[in-house]
């Protein structure tokens, strides 16, 4: 599911990361990948708002992912020494709300490697969830 694509976008993500290292701050990343996606004339939205809504209300607050890219696939980026359950719920929780199955967890801040994590939604409405 959306294979290629993901692989367009990690591909954009590993050359951030080899220029840049680990150690700087988020926006510095989520600058430089815009860039490189522009580039590659890989699509994307930045912070796209999501409506979220409760008992059929919806609520003044937005979710806003770092990035939606081909219109398919969530992106959460980070700068963080290691991931953790927290990041993964936050991404699910972003697929979920903007009703995509695919979703990439990218970290630039582990030491050495960059991180990431790919995920899948099964179904949206049993918030089924399934890392690859």
């Known amino acids: ?8 976008l990690m591909g954009a993500a590993f050359e951030v990361y080899n220029e840049l290292g680990y150690g700087m701050a988020e926006e510095i990343y989520q600058a430089a990948l815009e860039v490189e996606l522009r580039l590659r004339d890989i699509s994307f939205v930045a912070q796209a708002e999501l409506d979220v809504f409760f008992k059929g209300q919806l609520l003044i607050p937005k979710y806003r992912p770092d990035l939606l890219v081909f219109d398919e696939i969530v992106v959460e980026l980070k700068a963080l020494k290691e991931l953790c359950t927290d990041h993964e719920a936050q991404i699910f929780n972003y697929m979920r709300i903007a009703r995509k199955q695919v979703g990439y967890l990218i970290n630039f801040g582990k030491k050495g490697e960059l991180e990431w994590k790919r995920f899948i939604v099964n179904d949206l409405h049993n918030r089924e969830i399934k890392e690859r």
């Open 1 to 8: 599911m959306l294979k290629q694509e993901g692989y367009d």
